[in-house]
């Protein structure tokens, strides 16, 4: 789709996975394409049906934890599509972390026992659960990798205010325990994920997709502990096994590294396992649907008719 498409539109934002479409400065069109990232970067070839899994896992949940906290989302009106309100964005992801796995066994293994500011316990092994979940945030960057922050320089440096980021915690542990309720209920622990909080006048609302495996780690329940105990790799549902490939083929986004090459396997492998996290997550077989630019446009605009 271009990138002049409705009547009415005041902006176009093209994101590495999300083209966003505002609309009379008040409502966002997020058409979810197939496009994959990891390490901040697009990679080369997408994969069938993702922005569907997205799109429907976010709606979900999304639903699923409206009694906390109140969201964007007005309507979907398309597989891949979400209509909502625009709001201005706080500038910081909350991502908040369950137990030690991905960028945190990183710092964690490399001897810094410190994360955004937080202290992380001594003894623990790769992928145990913290003793409470911890919120490490990063700043949402306009271009270019997102960087670590401590809650004390976002408060300084006036990214967000004293109040509101007491607020934006609260929410955040309030939806992770949510979350991680939901997933139980799967068979699935939710290991970790990430947050986007905006204001719509005063009151702070959700943004974006949540508890998706684009934003979030899960593990597989069964046999957890014993996997734990025997020093064994995790099994898990998330993006993680995409990172875990790049880096094993030197690829982590850094200058002069050659993203390695996607073969079809390798794409029929990576759809295979967003669909397996659709089922696992949301108990429903999930139906591939497809539809032509025309129809998607067609229902786009029937939305944002009934919603005006």
Known sequence: ??????????????????????????LLVMIASNRIS?????????????GQVLTQIAAYMLKATKDICRNWLLDTPAPNV???????????????????????????????KRLCGVRMPKG?????????????PSTKAAEGHDEDISKEEIIER????????EQLEKYTLQLFARGKELAAKRGLILVDTKYEFGKLGEEIILIDEIHTPDSSRYFYADGFEERQSKGEKQKQLSKEFVREWLIENNFMGKEGQQVPEMSDEWISIIRNRYIELYEKLIGEKFIPQTL????????????LKKLQ
């Open 38 to 50: 990891a390490f901040d970067v697009i990679l080369p070839k997408p994969i069938p049906n993702k």
């Open 292 to 303: 032509t630019d025309g129809e998607t446009k067609e229902r786009i605009l029937a939305s």
């Open 158 to 165: 006036n990214i967000v205010s004293e109040t509101d980021y």
């Open 1 to 26: 789709m271009n990138s002049n498409l409705f009547p009415g539109q005041t902006d176009f934002y093209k994101g590495k996975v999300r083209d966003v479409y505002t609309i009379n400065d008040k």
């Open 124 to 136: 623990l092994k790769e992928n145990d659960f913290f003793p409470q979940p911890i919120i490490t």
């Open 82 to 112: 979400s209509v909502g309100v625009k709001c201005v964005p706080f500038k910081v992801e909350m991502v908040v972390r369950g137990n030690l796995t991905g960028h945190a066994w990183r710092t964690y293994s490399s001897g810094n």
